[in-house]
């Protein structure tokens, strides 16, 4: 399913009205009757804005820089990306990456306020949810490991601090952050959120390994990006090349130049797109 709001596009997965059914399903459980349906689908209306209630502020920081973005909700809850293929700096990125826990705890913080106003039990009760989800949620997000918003922040500030070393920094405190958040949920009987975890500890202890043991030549590298130049995949290219320049060392000038050159050749792209 696919919606636009003014020159926002937002794609619906099927899967994220599955996980968010299953939510409220589990939030009324066991008293489920036919009685009860206007709450469940009061429960999923609130899941469903908070989710994109966060991803909006993405979306509303990347306009804030030129870029415009669209959304998709999905089973694991959101993903907001620039139409544009070019790469941001740290600045923007850090900028980009916070707006969206942001977002999250301004409704979250609404809902508090809310609370100390209204009377009505039953809309207490919905007023709690939004203010749980949200704050859970952003909290969640804020965690300083890839590939959520508080890794890609982190990414940003190590890219402004120890650019050479960023890479390998940042995935060893997110596998350590993820092996932690494993642990603590296991211990808090939330085994389906330990195996997210899990998953997210293996895939950052993979990139950091790969970046401390699998070390290719800088000229191997510099082969590999300029393929996906050829087959078209920009992205993939700008994303290595950038991780290359992190990591290059004395052959810096060179990684520059080439993020430099899938830098011009994504503008090109996105030029030849518009002229269309």
Not at 245 to 256: L, S, T
């Amino acid at each position: 399913m696919q919606l636009t709001l003014g020159k926002l596009k937002i794609i619906l997965r099927p899967s994220f009205l599955a996980v968010t059914l299953a939510f409220s399903y589990s939030q009324l459980w066991p008293k489920i009757s036919p009685a009860t349906l206007p709450r469940l689908l009061i429960l999923a209306l609130i899941f469903i804005i908070s989710i994109a209630i966060h991803e909006f502020g993405h979306a509303l920081a990347f306009q804030k820089i030129g870029r415009p973005a669209e959304i998709t909700l999905h089973f694991l809850g959101g993903t907001t990306r620039p139409l544009s293929a070019a790469a941001l700096k740290p600045g923007e990125e850090l900028f980009v990456s916070l707006m969206g826990p942001l977002a999250g705890l301004l409704l979250s913080g609404l809902s508090a306020l809310d609370l100390l106003f209204i009377n009505s039990a039953e809309i207490k009760v919905f007023l709690q949810y939004a203010l749980y989800i949200n704050l859970i949620w952003s909290a969640v997000n804020l965690l300083p490991l890839m590939p959520l918003d508080g890794g890609h922040a982190l990414a940003a500030l190590l890219t402004l601090l120890w650019e050479r070393e960023s890479s390998k920094i940042l995935y060893l405190i997110s596998a350590i952050c993820s092996l932690l958040a494993a642990i603590l949920t296991v211990y808090s009987g939330l085994y389906w959120a330990a195996v997210i975890f899990g998953y997210l500890v293996f895939i950052n202890a993979l990139n950091f390994w790969k970046i401390v043991k699998y070390n290719p030549s800088f000229n191997s590298k510099e082969a590999e990006i300029k393929d996906l130049l050829a087959q078209g995949a920009i992205g993939a290219a700008l994303q290595k090349s950038k991780e290359l320049m992190r990591n290059a060392g004395k052959e810096r000038p060179r990684a520059e130049a080439l993020y430099k050159y899938c830098c011009d050749v994504a503008q090109l792209e996105d030029d030849g797109e518009s002229g269309g």
